[in-house]
């Protein structure tokens, strides 16, 4: 299986900031990888799909790129409703594989 | 607006069988990978399986043996039944739906989640 890790594991930020998250696959997936937010007691919430595409209705200030092994979720600029765990997920073969998370919180 | 909704029991005796139902309301449950993913408390997330429309599954190797997944056209539900539970498989369980077609691969719609807890 396809190991999927996340840098860092958690952080702290204020609103505003311009936040980077990294996830990196064991081996290459093109740009198979999507990003996914979830809030505590929530189902987590597509933001990007292969890579770097928005999925619709979220807003422009996430971006995600990279391809083979090594990706990105950026937030340009934190909002309050921005604090969550961020997972990537690899959709390039089975079994389908998530990273670890990365927690976002209010510093 | 399509929705998912899991349904089934919260509590599960060891080496019993866990059975869900997802709900499929708002949308037609063809051309579309239905998937079953985990989430064990203060954990990350994992994949179980899928069905697609034409019957076919694939399973996480991790639970192949103990995993089925069916689908139920005429009611749009698709079912996970996970057999001889142990405590290790509590968890939030979430039923998803999975586009597969280039370029978008991506759990676009999820369940709200349901927490089944393994307990004698």
């Known amino acids: 299986a396809i190991q999927m890790t996340q840098s860092p594991s958690s952080l702290s930020a204020s609103v505003g900031d311009r936040v980077t998250i990294t996830c990196r696959a064991s081996?290459?997936?093109?740009?198979?990888l999507g990003w996914y937010q979830q809030k505590p007691g929530k189902a987590p919430k597509l933001l990007i799909y292969?890579?770097?595409s928005l999925q619709s209705g979220v807003p422009s200030r996430f971006s995600g790129s990279g391809s083979g092994t090594d990706f990105t979720l950026t937030i340009s600029s934190l909002q309050p409703e921005d604090f969550a765990t961020y997972y990537c997920l690899q959709d390039y073969n089975y079994p389908l594989t998530f990273g670890p998370g990365t927690k976002v919180d209010i510093k | 607006q399509v929705q998912l909704q899991e349904s089934g029991p919260g509590l599960v005796k060891p080496s019993e069988t866990l059975s869900l139902t997802c709900t499929v309301s708002g949308g037609s449950i063809s051309s579309y990978y239905w998937t079953w993913i985990r989430q064990p408390p203060g954990k990350g997330l994992e994949w179980i399986g899928y069905i697609y429309n034409s019957g076919s599954t694939n399973y996480n190797p991790s639970l192949k043996s103990r995993v089925t997944i069916s689908l139920d056209t005429s009611k749009n539900q698709f079912s996970l039944k996970l057999s001889s539970v142990t405590a290790a498989d509590t968890a939030v369980y979430y039923c998803?739906?999975?586009?597969?077609?280039?370029?978008?691969?991506?759990?676009?719609?999820w369940g709200q989640g349901t927490m089944v807890t393994v307990s004698s």
């Open positions: 292969a890579a770097s």
């Open positions: 998803a739906r999975r586009i597969a077609a280039r370029p978008i691969y991506a759990f676009d719609m």
């Open positions: 081996q290459g997936i093109r740009n198979d």
